[in-house]
C-alpha cells in the first residue's frame, strides 16, 4: 500500500477532502500520514475509528520524502516553499495540489479526470509526477459544458460568474456571516413590527453597511446586500485572474494550444459555497437545443439536464439547491435572439466538490492504483 501524507488537511478544501475520502472508504487502500505546518507532534484526524497520534512536521523534507504521494491543501505559499525542495532532493514521488502555483508549469498535469482522463495517462506514461487541481469556476463549468468541448462545438465562451465566499476561503465565509447578522440584528425589532416602513428599514440597513463597525476584516468592501465584480489580481490589463484562468486552465486542461476563448467577468456574491456561471456560448455550427441538451446529459453522470421553465430552474438550479453535493446542473438552455448559433446556458456547482476536493480525491485513487 502507498504511503500519503497529508497536508492542509483541516481547512476547508481539506475537510472535505476528508470527508468524502471517508465516504467512499478510500483511507482502507492508502497508509495515511497527516502533516501540520503549525501542531506537529498533536493529535491528528481520526481514521477509520483510529485516531492518528502524532502529527508530522510539514516542514521536515525528510519525512515528506517518504511519503509516495503527498496531498496538499494547505495553500500556494507552502507550495513555494516545499515543492522544489522536495524535488532538489530527489523526490521521485506524486505531488497533488490544490493550490494553483504549479498549474501552468509545463511539467503538471491539471486534473479533472471526466474531462481528461486521456491526457492524466498519458501523463502518467511519460513520467509526470506533478497533479493540480484546477481554478474552481474552470471545473465547473468543464463539468456541465464538457459534452460541448469534446464535441468540438465551442467558438467561444462568455462567462459571468457568481462566486461564493468559500472560494475566497474559510475566513471570508465567516465574515459574509457576521454581515448578515449585522443586518438583521439592526433591523430585527423593526421586521416585526407590521407599522415601521420599508424604507426606514433599507435606510438603516444600507446606513449599517457604510458604518465604519461593519464586519470587514477580510472583504475589501462589504458583500452582504451587495456584491463584489472583482476576484483576484489584475492582470495589468483590466482582466482580473479569475478571469484569464477561464480560458488559459481550460485550453490546457483540454490539450489545446489557445484553441477555445473564454473570457467574462467574475464577480463575488454572498452565496456560501456554490459557484454559479452564466454563459453566451457561440457554437461553430447550427444544432437544435434538443441535440445540444443530449451532448451536454450524455456527458458524464454528475451532470442533469434543467429544462428551462420557471419551476424546474428555481428549485433546481440554485446554491441552496447544489451546496453539499456533486451535481451538476445545467439549465435556461436557450437560443438567444442574437443569431442561430448563440445560446445561453446557466450552471450551478459546489465550488469545495467538484470545485476543489472531489477532482483530487480522484487523482489520489488513479495513483493508488498504480
Ligand atoms: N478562485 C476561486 C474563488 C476559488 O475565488 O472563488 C477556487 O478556485
Redesign the pocket.
Known amino acids: 500500500m502507498k504511503s500519503v501524507g497529508f497536508i492542509g488537511w483541516r481547512g476547508m478544501v481539506g475537510s472535505v477532502l476528508l470527508d468524502r475520502m471517508h465516504k467512499e472508504n478510500d483511507f482502507v487502500k492508502i497508509i495515511p500520514h497527516f502533516f501540520s505546518t503549525s501542531q506537529s507532534g498533536k493529535h491528528g484526524p481520526i481514521i477509520n475509528n483510529v485516531p492518528f497520534k502524532k502529527l508530522k512536521d510539514a516542514y521536515n523534507i525528510n519525512l515528506l520524502k517518504e511519503m509516495d504521494i503527498i496531498l496538499t491543501c494547505q495553500g500556494g505559499s507552502y507550495t513555494n516553499t516545499i515543492y522544489s525542495k522536495l524535488r532538489e532532493n530527489h523526490w521521485k514521488g506524486y505531488w497533488i495540489d490544490a493550490a ?1 502555483t504549479l498549474r501552468m508549469k509545463d511539467d503538471s498535469i491539471i486534473v479533472l479526470d471526466p474531462i481528461n482522463l486521456k491526457n492524466i495517462e498519458k501523463s502518467l506514461n511519460d513520467g509526470i509526477k506533478t497533479f493540480v487541481g484546477s ?3 474552470v471545473s465547473l463549468m468543464l463539468m456541465a459544458l464538457g459534452g460541448l468541448f469534446s464535441s468540438n462545438l465551442i467558438d467561444w465562451i462568455s462567462v459571468s460568474t457568481y ?2 465566499a ?3 476561503g474559510a475566513q471570508y465565509v465567516i465574515e459574509l456571516l457576521k454581515q448578515m447578522g449585522a443586518l438583521y440584528n439592526i433591523v430585527s425589532e423593526d421586521l416585526s413590527n407590521q407599522s415601521c416602513s420599508i424604507l426606514n428599514i433599507t435606510k438603516k440597513v444600507t446606513k449599517k453597511i457604510q458604518d465604519d463597525d461593519f464586519p470587514l476584516k477580510y472583504f475589501p468592501v462589504p458583500l452582504a446586500g451587495s456584491l463584489i465584480p472583482w ?2 489580481i489584475n492582470m495589468g490589463n483590466g482582466q482580473s485572474r ?1 478571469e484569464w484562468k477561464g480560458q488559459f486552465e481550460t485550453n490546457k486542461i483540454l490539450g489545446y494550444k489557445n484553441k477555445v476563448v473564454i473570457d467574462g467577468t467574475c464577480v ?1 456574491i454572498s452565496s456560501i459555497r456554490c ?1 454559479s456561471q452564466s454563459f453566451l456560448i457561440k457554437l461553430n455550427k447550427n444544432i437544435s437545443l434538443k441535440n445540444i441538451e443530449e451532448i451536454i446529459t450524455n456527458h458524464n453522470k454528475w451532470v442533469n439536464f434543467i429544462p428551462n421553465t420557471i419551476d424546474e430552474t428555481i428549485s433546481k438550479l440554485t446554491p441552496s439547491a447544489v451546496t453539499g453535493t456533486l451535481k451538476i446542473p445545467v439549465g435556461r438552455l436557450r437560443q438567444l435572439s442574437i443569431g442561430n448559433r448563440y445560446v445561453s446556458a446557466f450552471t450551478v456547482g459546489d ?1 469545495l466538490l467538484w ?2 476536493a472531489e477532482p483530487l480525491r480522484r487523482m489520489l485513487n488513479l495513483l493508488i492504483n498504480i
Open positions: 494553483s481554478n474552481c469556476t462566486q461564493a468559500s472560494g475566497a476576484i483576484d479569475e463575488r459557484h465550488q470545485g476543489a
